[in-house]
């Protein structure tokens, strides 16, 4: 579970270095097109999201 965590909060940090950061708003967005903005929630939703899918794929003939 650790190294699970440990991922997740890699994947977050390279989701944010992927962004740019507006300091006055307090949101990332995306370099290529600002008008796609995250806040911290967003980020860890889309990360979780990430894990999920990968899971759920990587799993997917366990569930039959």
Sequence with gaps: MD?????????????KDSLGYDEKTGFWYDKEDEEVTFN????RLSV?????????????????
């Design 3 to 15: 190294k699970l965590k440990e991922l997740g909060l890699q994947m977050e940090q390279q989701m």
């Design 40 to 43: 911290e929630e967003g980020i």
């Design 48 to 64: 979780y999201e990430d894990l999920k899918d990968t899971l759920n794929y990587l799993y997917s003939e366990c569930a039959y």
